[in-house]
């Protein structure tokens, strides 16, 4: 699909001129990760056109805190009448209650980065339709789930082709106190290296221009602003190409169901390229 139909399907669909009637069909399915031991659930959104028998793109969509798996289909219905317009599969994992999409150095059943990376995504090629490769995987994410999606995609750029961020902790160093983080890692002021290690800002240097595409969404009343406008300086300072959208908004569903049409675009036109 061209990037002209592309604008002209998305400007329709944001302003209602067309149908609402699709048939993309959502399932929930079990898989096993050996690295934690145990059974973790993830809703698959595959597009109507799924049945012709087409490999098709994937999109990882991950939830916020104390959220998991069912968050953007139950909160944000949107997400799968997405899947017909871009004609993508759209993969909800669960990160857990507070995962942040890391490895944790504390408590080693913690292990979710190895789960997304190197777990769900051959797990996800095993049982579908799927473009095996980089140039038909993307990653994003509300919140907590924003991080980890530029996480993982930072440090495994032959994964993902394309990821993004809404509401993104981008970096979790001034926030030593909240949301679960001094256990996953350790208190802040005990393990400084651990936290510089796993937020997002600081792995800005292992990506060079073009190597993977990038769109990063955050309102301007959101508490993670500051945190990504820095991250967008710092990446603009190491001449890393990519999208940033600020708009008024706040932390909240209402934020994030308008903002995953903006991702999915971006997304549907890496894959067209």
Same mark, same amino acid.
């Given at each position: 699909?061209?990037?002209?139909?592309l604008l002209l399907l998305f400007a329709a669909l944001m302003t209602g001129?067309?149908?609402t009637s699709f048939?993309?069909? *959502?399932?929930?399915?079990?898989?096993?990760?050996p690295s934690m031991k145990k059974n973790i659930k993830a809703v698959v959104i595959k597009p109507d056109s799924y049945a012709a028998g087409k490999e098709l793109p994937v999109?990882? @969509?991950? #939830?916020?805190? !104390?959220?998991?798996? !069912?968050? +953007? *289909?139950?909160?944000?219905?949107?997400v799968v009448k997405l899947a017909d317009v871009y004609n993508v599969i759209i993969v909800c994992p669960d990160g857990n209650f507070s995962s942040w999409y890391f490895d944790s150095p504390v408590d080693t059943t913690w292990k979710y980065e190895t789960y997304i990376v190197k777990e769900l995504v051959p797990w996800v090629d095993d049982h579908f339709k799927t473009i095996k490769n980089r140039k038909g995987r993307g990653i994003t994410g509300l919140s907590m789930g924003g991080h980890g999606a530029l996480f993982l995609s930072f440090r495994h750029q032959d994964v993902f082709g394309v990821a993004g961020s809404m509401s993104g902790g981008v970096d979790i160093r001034p926030f030593p106190l909240n949301w679960d983080l001094s256990k996953r890692l350790g208190k802040y002021a005990e393990h400084p290296e651990r936290w510089n290690a796993n937020t997002v800002i600081n792995c800005v240097h292992l990506l060079t221009p073009g190597s993977l595409?990038? =769109? =990063?969404?955050?309102? !301007?009343?959101?508490?993670?602003y500051k945190v990504n406008c820095s991250l967008h300086?710092?990446? @603009?300072?190491? $001449? =890393?190409? #990519?999208d940033f959208i600020s708009r008024p908004?706040? #932390?909240? +569903?209402?934020? +994030?169901?308008?903002?995953? $049409?903006?991702?999915?675009?971006?997304? !549907?036109?890496?894959f067209s390229l």
């Amino acid at each position: 699909m061209n990037k002209t139909r592309l604008l002209l399907l998305f400007a329709a669909l944001m302003t209602g001129a067309v149908s609402t009637s699709f048939c993309a069909t *959502v399932d929930t399915v079990l898989t096993f990760s050996p690295s934690m031991k145990k059974n973790i659930k993830a809703v698959v959104i595959k597009p109507d056109s799924y049945a012709a028998g087409k490999e098709l793109p994937v999109v990882y @969509l991950l #939830h916020g805190y !104390s959220d998991n798996y !069912s968050g +953007w *289909v139950t909160k944000a219905p949107n997400v799968v009448k997405l899947a017909d317009v871009y004609n993508v599969i759209i993969v909800c994992p669960d990160g857990n209650f507070s995962s942040w999409y890391f490895d944790s150095p504390v408590d080693t059943t913690w292990k979710y980065e190895t789960y997304i990376v190197k777990e769900l995504v051959p797990w996800v090629d095993d049982h579908f339709k799927t473009i095996k490769n980089r140039k038909g995987r993307g990653i994003t994410g509300l919140s907590m789930g924003g991080h980890g999606a530029l996480f993982l995609s930072f440090r495994h750029q032959d994964v993902f082709g394309v990821a993004g961020s809404m509401s993104g902790g981008v970096d979790i160093r001034p926030f030593p106190l909240n949301w679960d983080l001094s256990k996953r890692l350790g208190k802040y002021a005990e393990h400084p290296e651990r936290w510089n290690a796993n937020t997002v800002i600081n792995c800005v240097h292992l990506l060079t221009p073009g190597s993977l595409s990038l =769109i =990063i969404d955050c309102g !301007s009343e959101d508490f993670f602003y500051k945190v990504n406008c820095s991250l967008h300086e710092k990446l @603009l300072f190491n $001449n =890393i190409p #990519h999208d940033f959208i600020s708009r008024p908004g706040k #932390h909240n +569903w209402e934020y +994030w169901a308008n903002a995953v $049409n903006y991702q999915l675009l971006f997304m !549907s036109r890496f894959f067209s390229l």
